[in-house]
């Protein structure tokens, strides 16, 4: 697929956000327009025996193809290194769609285990139900994905780094252990987008995208990709156009105009969260930070290595008391704020704080919380781009409060 003009492939990663895709119709406007249309016409009935064959190439039904979403689809694709990109109605319509088109029954996937909510039970309750197994690892333990690995392993699916512990995996040795076993690698890459982590350059296969977080940007709208090789795109566009898990052209637009300011927007969540992370570390309130732009984060050396920026979720534990178990120390400091939203949302320029282990990890028994480190002191920031004195005097009421 002709996804670059010649120009674009020189182009740096900010000039594509803002240029990239972008074909002007005839009515020579500046901005990109929207098609809000459901179906296209044709010039004769020749012309339209042509489409619906593929003998010629054309819209059709925005269901298969529509000019607002293929412009979001090679704006990401571009950012992305990918040949090729398929929008879907969400991220998870995203996985989904991958794993209808690339999995069968009897096949296996190989994930790690500190995987987004709704993955962990697509994969589990829905993909299962089909006869496809997956199997949870450590995320960084790369001798556990090798064990994993069986002749029917055929997806190695990660998020990297993980909420909210902000883990890493070896992009790079996973795609080796993956295509050494016949097997694709598949990265959510979400928490850092294109800006700052770049899975297909370091051997992914497929990145994976939630658009309603950094790529919109501003909480605007549900929607999601597939980004990688025309070979492995064609399958999933299929399911997307047979299944219709499709992008509305409306939501494209966001993202499109999301993606415009996509490099400064997530340089200034870093700088918030960089900022933020190491006045919690200092805080006598609080007993820990995850965040792997600190030093004291075990795989500080690989994250600084493999990506650009240590992106903006981070989590922090408060030190409960005496009086105060972890977990009232913990809503404490959450209800304490006015600025922040509380909410399990993240990807916003609006920061949101939420209690992993009653909300987004509320589900998982004691033992799986344990071992997935989601303690009862535990909080997690998805820092935004509000004013970092404003973020850190939001905590500062809740936590000086409880030494
Ligand atoms: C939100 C999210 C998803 C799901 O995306 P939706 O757009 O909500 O369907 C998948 N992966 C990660 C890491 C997410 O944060």
Known sequence: MDSHTPSELDWALSTLAIRAGHERT?????????????????????????????????????????????????????????????????????????????????????????????????????????????????????????????PATKLLFAETPSNPLSEVVDIAALAEIAHRHGALLAI?????????????????????????????????????????????????????????????????????????????????????????AEWLEAHPAVARVHYSGLESHPQHGLAARQQR????????????????GDREAAWSVIDATRLLSITGNLGDVKTTITHPATTTHGRLSDAQKAAAGISEGLIRVAVGLEAIDDIRADLARGLDALV
């Open 26 to 150: 005839h009515e020579q406007e500046h901005a990109e327009p929207i098609f809000p249309t459901s179906s296209f016409v044709y010039g004769s009935a020749a012309e339209a025996a042509a489409k619906f064959s593929g003998e010629e190439p054309g819209n059709i039904y925005s269901r298969f193809t529509n000019p607002t979403v293929r412009t979001f689809e090679r704006r990401l694709a571009a950012l992305e290194g990918g040949e090729r990109c398929v929008a879907t109605s969400s991220g998870m319509a995203a996985i989904l769609s991958t794993a209808l088109a690339l999995l069968e029954a009897g096949d296996e996937i190989v994930a790690s285990r500190s995987l987004f909510g709704s993955t962990v039970s697509l994969f589990d309750k829905y993909l299962g139900k089909f006869g496809i197994t997956t199997r949870y690892v450590e995320l960084a333990d790369l001798a556990a994905w090798e064990a994993a690995m069986t």
């Open 188 to 276: 959510d890459n979400c928490f850092l987008t294109p800006a700052l982590q770049r899975p297909l350059d370091l051997g992914a296969d497929l990145v994976i995208h939630s658009a309603t977080k950094y790529l919109d940007g501003q909480g605007r709208a549900i929607g999601g990709a597939v980004v990688g090789r025309d070979k492995e795109l064609e399958e999933v566009f299929g399911v997307v156009r047979t299944c219709g898990p499709c992008l509305s052209p409306f939501n494209a637009w966001i993202f499109t105009k999301g993606l415009e300011t996509l490099a400064l927007r997530m340089r200034a969540h870093c700088e918030n969260a960089q900022a933020l």
């Open 309 to 324: 920026g240590f992106g903006a979720v981070l989590g922090f534990e408060v030190k409960g008391s005496e009086v105060k």
